[in-house]
Every structure is written in C-alpha cells, then in structure tokens.
C-alpha cells in the first residue's frame, strides 16, 4: 500500500508535470493553426490592421521634423500589443470556455493531466504563436513599409522583457477570464467587447496622448496600456517619451503593473479554474 502511494506521487511530480506541459504546448500550437477563424483573428488581425493604418494614413507623419516616423512606423508598437491581448487573453478566454462547454475540459480532468500542465500548455501555445507574430509584423514593416528597426541592443532587450512579460500575463488573465461566459456560445460576445474598449483606450487604435486624461488614468490601471507604451519605448524616437503621462517611458512603472496583473490573473485563475462549471 505504502508503496503504490509513493510510486503515485512520483507519476505525477513536478518533471512530469513539466513534461506533460511541454507536450501539451506542442499540442496546442498544432490546434490553433488548424483553425482558420482564430489564425485570421488572433494572429493575423494586428497584421491588417498594420496595412491598413500604413497605407490609409500613407500620407501622414507622426512627431517633430527631426525625429518623424511614417503611420507603419508609429502603429507598429501599437499592432505589437495588441496581438499579445489577442493571442492570450482574448484567444485562451474563448477557447477555454469553449473546450468546458463542449466537454473537453471534462474528458482532460479525467486524464492524469493536471491543470498546471494544462496552463503551460496554453501559456506555451501564447508565447510561441507570439513569437512568430512579431516575427511576421517586424519583417512586414521594415520589409514592405521600409521601418527602420531599432540597432540599440538595450532596445531589444527591453522589447524582450515587455514581450515575455506581456505575453504570460495576457495568457494568465486569458485563462481567468475564461470562468466568466456562462457558455461556449457567449463566450465571444462577453470577451471580444473587452478586449476591443481595452485596445481604444490604450493607444492601440488612438494615439494615447490624445485621449482624455481621465481616460488615460483609467486605461492605466490595465495592462495592456502599460505594453503598448513599453512597445513604443522600443520603436519610437526618444523625444515620442515627452508625449507619454509621466513625460518618460517609465520602465520600472511598466515592470510593477505587469507583475502586479501576473500575480492577480495567478490568484484569479487558481481560484476560478474549474475541469467543469461549478452550476454543470
């Protein structure tokens, strides 16, 4: 008896877990490119979006004489953002809500597959489907729109700790949210409004500096401001960081907030997380 019990928990230890989240991660990743509707909304929407803000204001520059940057060139951060919001919370927030209501969920929880496997997995599919997101943006930019990509090494280690940092926290809340549609079926009408109001008033669509300052204190308390600005600090000439609330880029502002949201979508998720709904 005592040793069926240790032999237990040895299956189900932390390298297992660890391994079956790997395996889940490369799972996750195949599912999503098979399906059509979420690669062309998730992945390939801030794409469009790109083209379409590059080419309608084509004509336009943003900033001072000396340090003007063109529509892809300005939007570029912004398109960077918004497809981490897409491709972890509003992407996991459907998707998790869909696989409870269809019974997925329930047919994993009887598997010996626990739900941290189950949220690296997801977080995994997160990171690697945003990778090659901001691959194919970058490589449209410079390639088709001629945007000059940064050369600083600082830069880009300052855009890989805001994209890390971004993406799990995107995929964390993703997965809390997911506990709030009643259905699969409303899931994309309780997600998607979310998602579109957080992305006006962050200064994805807006430039934010053009909001008003109520607004700006009010999109401030979400992430998703705090990655776009993290965003422009990468892309965008020094002198844009005048225009920002705090007349800088506040990087160690942007660290606190994402941690901060990290640790509650952590805390929401544990607390929310269920194989099945409580009322099924």
């Known amino acids: 008896m005592t040793t069926t019990r240790a032999s237990h928990k040895v299956s189900f230890g932390p390298a297992r877990t660890v391994r079956l989240g790997l395996r889940r991660i490369v799972f996750e990743v195949r599912a999503y490119f098979r399906q059509g509707d979420s690669v062309f909304f998730t992945f390939l929407f801030p ?7 590059a080419v309608a204001f084509s004509s336009s520059t943003f900033g001072p004489p000396s340090d003007e940057v063109t529509a892809a060139g300005y939007y570029l951060p912004a398109m960077l953002a918004a497809g981490l919001l ?12 869909m696989e409870r209501s269809d019974g997925t969920l329930k047919r ?37 729109f001629g945007v000059a990509l940064p050369t600083d090494p600082e830069r880009w280690l300052t855009f890989t700790w805001v994209f890390l940092l971004g993406a799990i926290t995107c995929g964390v809340l993703g997965i809390a949210l997911s506990a709030l549609p009643r259905s699969g079926r409303s899931a994309t009408a309780v997600v998607i409004p979310i998602v579109l109001v957080l992305q006006f ?11 008003p300052e109520w607004l700006q204190n009010f999109a401030a308390i979400f992430p998703l401001k705090w990655i776009a600005q993290g965003m422009r600090s990468v892309f965008l000439p020094e002198v844009f960081a005048d225009a920002e609330p705090g007349g800088s880029w506040q990087h160690q502002e942007t660290l606190i907030a994402l941690l901060i949201w990290l640790v509650v979508g952590l805390i929401l998720a544990r607390l929310t997380f269920r194989w099945i709904r409580r009322d099924a």
Not at 47 to 53: A, C, G, R
Not at 86 to 97: E, N, W
Not at 133 to 138: E, G, I, P, V
Request: net charge negative; glycine share 10%; charged share 5%.
């Open 47 to 53: 794409v469009l979006f790109l083209f379409i803000f």
């Open 86 to 97: 897409l491709s972890g919370t509003q992407l996991l927030a459907i998707d998790i809500a």
């Open 108 to 144: 994993l929880g009887g598997m010996p597959l626990s739900p941290v496997s189950y949220f690296i997995g997801k977080l995994g599919q997160v990171l690697v489907t945003g990778v090659f997101q901001a691959a194919l943006l970058l490589v449209i930019a410079a390639v088709f």
């Open 201 to 211: 008033i962050s200064g994805v669509f807006i430039p934010f500096d053009t909001l």
